[in-house]
């Protein structure tokens, strides 16, 4: 079975503070990795994904992502964050190995940018 | 917008009852899933369903069913409800022609469950 943990549940950060936050996955096989956003009183966005190929993903809005295989981890990353920002994101992962498309979510992380 | 709607946004409801939520997906989007999102369980995959028959099953109580309709809209029917089952409802929907594990899946904006 899959799993996903995210180890920051609260940041708080600057405007214009670079930011980082840890997404590491439990699963021996093959994986598709996400990340979403969901911004207050909104739905759930994609901010980037990662099938295969280069292991850095650029996303929409200056964010990025790192695969790390061997620490089987995906950061998601913004060198300069925005009041605008203020969200929780959610680290998510499936694999081609599964039957269907079930999403596994970490727990989210609360990002709080202040102005 | 992401396309995707639900209804209705709120419910409050009382223990024992049951209810209906409802979920129209993308236009031409044939797969549809749906997730809890608690604070104890946080957002948890419970059923897909892939034009009208069921793909992927979660951890979806016994006392929950799903159905997706012709049109491709879909029903998530809980009964004999519990506190415990009061959470966000999030429905999401993709395309594709296989409904695997590279589609892109669109959420809608969640229902709110409570009860009481």
């Known amino acids: 079975a899959q799993s996903v943990s995210q180890h920051n549940h609260h940041v708080i950060l600057s405007e214009a503070a670079s930011l980082e936050l840890g997404c590491n996955y439990s699963y021996g096989g093959t994986v598709n990795l996400f990340w979403y956003v969901q911004y207050p009183g909104q739905h759930l966005q994609l901010l980037l994904k990662?099938?295969?190929?280069?292991?850095l993903v650029k996303g929409i809005k200056g964010f990025e992502a790192e695969f790390i295989k061997s620490k089987f981890s995906f950061n998601l990353r913004k060198p300069s964050v925005q009041w605008s920002d203020t969200a929780e994101y959610f680290c998510a992962v499936n694999s081609p190995n599964n039957a269907g498309n079930m999403l596994t979510f970490g727990g989210g992380t609360r990002l709080m940018v202040k102005p | 917008d992401s396309g995707v709607t639900q209804t209705p946004k709120h419910l409050i409801t009382a223990t024992g009852q049951r209810v209906t939520l409802r979920c129209s997906p993308r236009?031409?989007?044939?797969?549809v899933y749906w997730y809890q999102q608690s604070l104890d369980q946080g957002l948890q995959f419970l059923i897909q369903?892939?034009?009208?028959?069921?793909?992927a099953k979660g951890n979806i109580l016994e006392r929950f069913s799903a159905q997706q309709f012709p049109d491709l809209h879909s029903e998530l029917n809980l009964s004999s409800l519990e506190l415990g089952d009061s959470a966000l409802y999030f429905c999401?929907?993709?395309?594709?022609?296989?409904?695997?594990?590279?589609?892109?899946?669109?959420f809608g904006p969640g229902t709110r469950l409570t009860v009481l």
């Open positions: 369903y892939y034009n009208g028959e069921e793909r």
């Open positions: 990662y099938f295969s190929g280069d292991p």
């Open positions: 999401a929907s993709s395309g594709g022609s296989l409904g695997t594990s590279t589609d892109t899946q669109y």
């Open positions: 236009s031409g989007d044939l797969s």
